[in-house]
DNA sequence: CAAACTATTCAGC
DNA sequence: GCTGAATAGTTTG
């Protein structure tokens, strides 16, 4: 865990359920924000991708970017998460 | 054409 | 192998 990469998995850690951010608002709450291309590739390369919700972390286009199990996974996940969400506010 | 975004690709330690 | 930056491609204005 690098200075970087901490910043980059709270960031990610802070979004809430059944939500997506994009790789520049990740890298603008890591302080980066000129960094979303590493935060692309620590995502990808993180060392916990159990424990870091890098499914939430998509393109700018609420489009799946690409995911560490698949991203028919990341799909799933985020329907899932969606309905997770509406359950625990709801 | 110009600008913005990107889960790719290359370089340094 | 991980971190950090640069490149090339697609989409939008």
């Known amino acids: 865990m690098t200075s970087f990469a901490e910043k980059v998995y709270k960031a990610v850690l802070t979004i809430p359920?059944?939500?997506v951010r994009s790789y520049k608002w990740v890298a603008q709450r890591a302080g980066v924000g000129r960094a979303y291309q590493a935060v692309g590739q620590v995502l990808k390369r993180n060392p916990y991708p159990l424990i870091i919700p890098c499914h939430r972390?998509?393109?700018n286009n609420n489009k799946i970017g690409g995911y560490?199990?698949?991203v028919k996974q990341k799909k799933l996940l985020l329907e899932l998460e969606s309905k997770l969400a509406r359950c625990l506010t709801g």
């Open 17 to 19: 359920l059944g939500e």
């Open 68 to 70: 560490v199990f698949g």
């Open 57 to 59: 972390v998509i393109k």
